[in-house]
């Protein structure tokens, strides 16, 4: 059998404060761009991609592109999947609240066509 095909996978990370009228939020953005357009491949498989929780992170929110592709957001601390949060097609991420023993979380998009997505981390300091 062939080995699945590979694709490059590029990621940025930003800082950002947003004001409200109640609190001003810190917030750490991941930016990760599938940077083989012509391929169209998931941004994650099962267990491929996860990412390292900013230090003092309270929550995460995921934003992608397309907006009609469904993904599950797994929290993993030093064992493995503590827990499991599955967001439909088209609907818009909720919040996620993460405990404090998670130190990664893996994303696994539930179609092909994902072409970038956002892990906006909320810091609590």
Not at 65 to 77: S, Y
């Amino acid at each position: 059998t062939l080995p699945p095909a590979s694709a490059l996978m590029t990621a940025a990370a930003t800082y950002f404060s947003q004001t409200s009228p109640r609190a001003m939020k810190n917030t750490k953005t991941l930016w990760i761009y599938n940077s083989t357009v012509a391929a169209r491949i998931a941004i994650a498989g099962p267990g491929t991609a996860n990412y390292w929780v900013p230090a003092l992170a309270k929550s995460v929110t995921v934003m992608r592109n397309p907006l009609t592709d469904g993904f599950q957001l797994d929290l993993i601390d030093q064992f493995g999947v503590i827990t499991s949060h599955v967001v439909a097609a088209g609907a818009q991420s909720p919040t996620f609240d993460i405990p404090d023993s998670v130190l990664q979380v893996g994303i696994i998009t539930t179609a092909t066509n994902t072409l970038s997505c956002a892990l906006i981390f909320e810091i609590g300091v």
